[in-house]
Structures are given as C-alpha cells and as structure tokens.
C-alpha cells in the first residue's frame, strides 16, 4: 500500500536532488540518475482508505476491476473497524487490516484468478476479490487481539449474597483473624491415652469422594449435603455445623447436585 502514494507526495518526491548511480554497461562504466524510491505513509485509518482509493482508480485505469467493485471491497473490510470485540479484547486495528487484505491478493494467487477480463469481457477480480474475505486465511488475520491490560476479576464474595446477621461467610475469619475459626463438628474423642480425635464423614460422601471440611480446614454441613439442613443461611454462608459447600468442590451448592454443576 506504500506504492499507492499520491500526485503530492510524487511531486515532494521528484523535487528532491537525483542521485547518481554508477551501472557497468559493455565493460564501460556508466553514470545515470537513480530514481527516487517514492512511498505513502500508511499508518491511520485515514491513510489506509486513501491509499486503498488511489489503488482502485489504478486498478481501474489498468481493466483489471472496476471501482464500484473496488470500494465495496473496501467497505466490507473497513466494517471490522467498527465491530464491538469481546470482553478482553481489542478492536480490529489498521495493522490487522493491512494483513488482511494482503491475505486476500494471496488467496486470489493461490486460486489462479486471472486479472484480466474473459471473452465475454467479464472481470474475474469483481468478484473474486469480493469472495477472498470470506477465506480463512483473511478472516483469522481479522480477529480481535487479546489486551494487554486484563481487566481485575472479581472476588467471589461479591458475586454472593451477604450473609444474615449472626452467620460468618466462608473463608471469614472471627474477629477479623484469619484462622481464629477453625471449629469442626462431628468429631469424637479416640479410645485409649493419646489418639487424636478424628472426624466422622458420612459413608455416602466418603465413597463419593468428599471431604469433612474445607482445604483451609473449615467445617461443611453434611446435612446440606444431602439437602437435610433446616436453617435458612445465604449461599455460600454457614449455619452452626458447618458451610452450605459442596463436600467434593466446594461449591455453593449441596453435594447431591455436584452433578448438575
């Protein structure tokens, strides 16, 4: 797109003082003038519509494509611009574009379209340079990119419902200590001088798999487990036993439908 400039930046161009280039003809050394390499700043949008104009009145001029084909092409990419990207992500830039359409005359080589009008005087190029966005090649270069800056996730605790008055939520500490509250029911004291004391887990959720208590060492309800709790806490809260957690992944739902999440 560089090669597109225009009739001012020729002008700027050819101005300027010619260099001599030193070329061996014949076995004769010949001096000549060296044209200018002549080239479009491409960068913004702006200057990329430009330059893409400049080409469809080339493209014309040459009988390789007419220019309502031309610019319609040319609408149909620039439309990415203003697609809304995902959460995340970044809009489609001028770059992306740029890749694009380069994609786009590459597919049109690959598939062998002539440039040039048929016996009946059709131009291969309107629409086939039309059909080249629809490639996968030009679509993956049209993508939004990820960004950069990721937005913060939010905590859990902000997603779930306050707890009532009187209920500590999960992974709270008492007093504002971490690790203050650590008291675990369903224990009983071991036989003989010494043992520890050792928790009692329900046949049903140690054959399934579960826990007794949290990997922070809290306590879990094991009659919500099985949807037997009778007091009414927020989710994701504790009633006097222990958390309403899932006992396999500690999720704010009852063990018997760990399936169903």
């Known amino acids: 797109m560089e090669k597109c400039y225009s009739r001012l930046t020729e002008l700027a161009a050819t101005s300027k003082t010619q260099t001599k280039l030193l070329e061996v003809e014949s076995s004769k050394i010949v001096v000549k003038n060296k044209d200018a390499d002549i080239e479009s700043n491409v960068q913004s949008s702006y200057q990329f519509l430009e330059a893409m104009k400049r080409r469809g009145f080339a493209l014309d001029f040459a009988g390789v494509m007419s220019y309502t084909r031309h ?20 809009r489609c830039s001028v770059s992306q574009l740029i890749s694009a359409d380069k994609a786009a005359w590459t597919s049109l080589i690959e598939r062998n379209v002539k440039p040039r009008p048929d016996h009946a005087g059709a131009l291969a190029m309107d629409t086939e340079l039309e059909a080249s966005l629809k490639t996968y090649e030009v679509s993956f270069a049209l993508l939004p990119l990820v960004s950069k800056s990721q937005p913060k996730a939010q905590s859990a605790s902000s997603d779930s419902h306050a707890a009532p008055k009187g209920h500590a939520t999960y ?10 509250f650590r008291s675990k029911p369903y224990t009983f004291k071991g036989k003989g001088k010494g043992k520890k004391s050792e ?17 922070d060492g809290a306590p879990i309800c094991f009659d919500f487990a099985f949807k037997k709790c009778r007091e009414s806490v927020a989710e994701g809260s504790r009633c006097k036993k222990g958390y309403h957690l899932c006992c396999i992944c500690y999720g704010p739902h009852s063990m018997a439908d760990h399936k169903k999440h």
Do not use: C, M, W
């Open 171 to 180: 992974g709270a500490a008492k007093g504002g200590k971490k690790g203050s």
């Open 199 to 215: 928790q009692r887990i329900p046949k049903e959720i140690r054959d399934a798999g579960g826990t007794a208590s949290t990997p």
């Open 71 to 90: 610019d319609k092409y040319v609408q149909l990419l620039f439309s990415h611009l203003n697609r809304e990207p995902p959460s995340g992500y970044n």
